[in-house]
């Protein structure tokens, strides 16, 4: 496997129905949220923990696991490598056992020589996302409380309210990058291991969980979550990006949603903007739900479909599974 040589960028969309994408603990666990603008806000902490839970699932060594905290991290560490003392020397093999680093980064409390032995290792992941938001207004169910009966030894039972704050419906959209030049840095630290820093095999996995993670990882609060839109956009080289392409989407109705039904989404600003970056393009990897309703020109189309008659089909490259 050998490292990444080409930037990427990414659009990802899914949408939460009757759900809480992202409590925030300073505020009850509500959704996160935009007031002003009433937008839904998802943190790229939760998107990850999706993704490495269902990378961990699917047999890969992850780093950052459910259990594992700050505390637990040298536990973590050591149970990696299968051995009780770790130093610097062991970060190489350690990049090349865990996929989660090679993507995201991490901090890992190993000792180096410098700094009196006790500098943590400092690793910035090739991949990186924003915060999510929703591109339509998002509001809370108008109910929250909630109640539960219980039965008790020596009574008939017992009862307790909750609050179990909901959304009714949001479409959320995040933005990443792919960063070659990042993975080249992991590559240096891994002392040019081949599988030491992020090759295509990751991204290929990183794309498979981006588009079967969330509804396959559904808890109680996160049921009614549903990928709609993935795609990765492939430069040529490691120096180009095009920017975040969520502001070039436009929904045809952003108020009163309730379900993937009640709007379209107008590709057409989407499709100008990655025109100035043409020469550039490599290709696309694409995958959408067919729920999702896509328009150009106002007649529908799918995203696949609108950008083949401004690239060519060549540059297309439609996400099936692996």
């Known amino acids: 496997m050998s490292v990444i040589e080409q930037n990427s960028e990414i659009l990802y969309l899914y949408d939460c129905k009757l759900c809480n994408p992202n409590g925030d603990p300073d505020d009850e666990n509500r959704p996160r949220m935009d007031y002003d603008r009433e937008r839904c806000l998802v943190s790229d902490v939760r998107l990850k923990r999706y993704l490495r839970d269902y990378l961990e699932e699917m047999g890969h ?17 050591q149970e990696v490598l299968s051995k009780e003392k770790v130093s610097g020397q062991d970060l190489p093999e350690l990049l090349e056992k865990l996929l989660d680093v090679r993507l995201f980064g991490a901090t890992m409390p190993i000792k180096g020589e410098r700094r009196g032995g006790g ?15 929703s ?3 998002a509001q809370f169910v108008d109910s929250s409380t909630i109640s539960s009966q219980f039965a008790a030894r020596d009574t008939a039972g017992q009862g307790t309210f909750g609050k179990d704050y909901r959304l009714y419906y949001a479409l959320v959209a995040f933005h990443g990058v792919v960063s070659a030049r990042r993975a080249q840095v992991m590559y240096e630290r891994s002392e040019k291991r081949p599988g030491g820093a992020t090759s295509e095999t990751d991204l290929a996995l990183m794309d498979e ?6 509804p396959l990882l559904a808890t109680r609060s996160k049921i009614g ?3 709609r839109l993935y795609a990765r956009f492939v430069f040529r080289d490691a120096n180009t990006f095009v920017g975040d392409l969520r502001d070039k989407l436009q ?21 100008d903007h990655l025109a100035q970056i043409k020469e550039q393009l490599n290709h696309i990897v694409i995958w959408q739900d067919p729920a ?5 020109k106002g007649a529908a189309v799918t995203l696949a479909d609108c950008l083949a008659k401004h690239f060519g089909k ?8 692996a």
């Open 251 to 271: 929904l045809s109705k952003t108020t009163g949603l309730r379900s993937v039904n009640d709007y379209t989404v107008e590709l057409d600003g989407l499709a």
């Open 292 to 296: 999702l309703q896509t328009v150009s």
């Open 209 to 214: 969980a981006m588009i079967r993670a969330i």
């Open 135 to 137: 591109l339509n207004q």
């Open 225 to 227: 979550q549903y990928p």
């Open 314 to 321: 060549e540059r297309i490259h439609i996400w099936k599974g």
């Open 61 to 77: 060594t992850i780093y950052v696991t459910k259990s594992a905290g700050v505390v637990q991290a040298m536990g973590r560490i």
């Open 119 to 133: 500098e943590a290792v400092n690793l910035t992941g090739p991949v990186q996302f924003t915060w999510g938001y």
